[in-house]
């Protein structure tokens, strides 16, 4: 079962967009700790994310490709524009790259998939950039967590450790969201000019 949610979790933060807001890379670390306690097995973890994160990004693609610039024009449920012109701005920086460094960045990663789709990238370009992204990331991550599960004093405390960690796995998203936000409030009280990418 701890497999089957691990896939469900990254495959919705990508796939659906309404759930761009699910802990990634907290999680993943949180995941990495939790294996090196034996109570999964850290490939596992990492093979259910990847696939995953391939069929979530595979899914958003097919949903970019379909509508392509439309989803600039019209207003679909729950798709924020904002969050959309952000990952816009990226790929226009990054082209191709996008989708392997995308998945690095917290809800761009839920975006950039859609933008690459309308942008009509080719498929087997996306899947590569994709896989070897999803692979980078998991890999990374879980990795991370789990040599650091493997530490003396974390494995000694783990218990602990864990409730801060999943504390922060999910709260962080939420504190992150309203920095942004007090960021954005600020620069409209100031005048601050927001521009928009053009096409």
């Known amino acids: 079962m701890i497999y089957v949610v691990m896939f469900l979790i990254f495959y919705l933060e990508t796939g659906v967009f309404v759930f761009s807001f699910l802990p990634g890379d907290s999680l993943l670390f949180v995941a990495g700790t939790v294996a090196a306690a034996g109570t999964t097995s850290p490939f596992g973890l990492m093979l259910a994310v990847i696939i995953g994160a391939i069929v979530g990004n595979t899914q958003a693609y097919s949903f970019g490709r379909w509508f392509g610039q439309k989803i600039y024009t019209k207003n679909f449920l729950f798709l924020k524009q904002d969050k959309l012109m952000r990952a816009k701005v990226f790929y226009d920086k990054h082209g191709g790259k996008t989708v392997f460094l995308g998945r690095f960045v917290p809800i761009i990663r839920a975006f950039v998939p859609i933008i690459a789709g309308a942008a009509s990238m080719k498929s087997l ?58 960021l954005h409030a600020r620069d409209a009280r100031k005048g601050v000019p927001v521009t928009l990418p053009k096409d």
């Open 125 to 182: 370009r996306f899947e590569f950039y994709s896989m070897t992204g999803a692979v980078a990331w998991a890999v990374g991550l879980i990795g991370a967590g789990y040599l650091f599960g493997n530490i003396p004093i974390v494995r000694n405390n783990l218990t602990v450790i864990l409730l801060i960690g999943v504390a922060g796995a999910f709260s962080g998203p939420i504190i992150i969201a309203w920095i942004l936000r007090m």
